[in-house]
């Protein structure tokens, strides 16, 4: 599994702006091929901070999508909302989907 987080921050004055502008490339690529999850968040410290967590099934799917119209169109639109270049973590992790968390367990009331 490709594993990626970007972290973008943007102009403040287009805080607000942001995810309606990304709606479209989001829902695109929750349907690709290969596509695990693509979730957006944003900082509790920062408002102008998103956080983009996305997982592609393989490597070909990961290129699949920064191929795909949808991604180059996005590119565009979001360069023009940053404030600074992102950052980014992009691992390679062993696994298909996510795992589970051992720490924490639903009680019984």
């Known amino acids: ?22 709606e479209e490339f989001t829902l695109a690529t929750r349907q690709e091929p290969g596509n695990l999850f693509f979730d ?3 900082s509790v410290e920062n408002p102008d901070q998103f956080v983009l967590l996305e997982a592609f099934a393989s490597q070909e799917a990961g290129v699949a999508h920064v191929n795909s119209e949808h991604f180059k169109a996005a590119i565009d ?6 404030s600074e270049v ?5 691992v390679e992790v062993p696994g298909d989907d996510w795992s589970r968390m051992s720490e924490v367990t639903p009680r019984n009331r």
């Open 1 to 22: 599994m490709i594993f990626i987080a970007v972290r973008f921050t943007v102009r403040s004055a287009e805080r607000d702006n942001w995810l309606p502008a990304v």
């Open 86 to 90: 992102p950052e980014i973590i992009n």
């Open 40 to 42: 957006w968040s944003y």
């Open 77 to 82: 639109t979001m360069s023009e909302l940053v």
